[in-house]
């Protein structure tokens, strides 16, 4: 009966490290990188249109993104608005080759984008909405380049 029990431990051991090799033979290395839309959408990097005709566009493509995405705004200091300004800026002067390794640092390093240090949300109608991203980007060429009174919309409460 010992030598059963012995037998049949050894084999269910045996078993268990077969599987274990097997698992990590065949298993896909981890990835943290970044993929077409993730973290920043396809359509964001490839766009052509400035901050202030994809604003106007979510504006009126997505008013309640906007609206949220405005009031989050005028909800931190001016200091921190004035810096995610310039961030986006940044952002849309890359061509679509740095915007792309800019999504892949973001991606790979938590602590890559220091405005979200100030500002979690700080790019959020930018970049994490893909639905948004996608009817906004369609149209934004229709809307004026640098209309910088986006930023200040008037929301009601």
Known sequence: MVNKQRGLAVRTALA?????????????????????DY?????????QCD?????????DTSPV???RYIIDKNNRPPDVQQLA??????FYSLDAAARRQYSENT?????????ATRWGNWAKIFFNNKGVVAKAT?????????DMSVWAWPVTP
């Open 16 to 36: 268990a490290a077969g599987i274990g090799i097997a698992a990590s033979t065949l298993a896909a290395p981890a990835a943290a990188d970044s993929t077409d």
């Open 39 to 47: 973290p920043i959408p396809k359509r964001q990097i490839e766009t």
């Open 51 to 59: 901050a202030e005709q994809y604003l106007a566009a979510a504006r």
């Open 65 to 67: 993104y906007f609206e």
């Open 85 to 90: 300004v310039d961030r986006i800026h940044w």
């Open 107 to 115: 991606a790979t390093n938590v602590y890559y984008e220091f405005v």
């Open 138 to 146: 369609d149209v934004c060429m229709n809307y004026p380049r640098g």
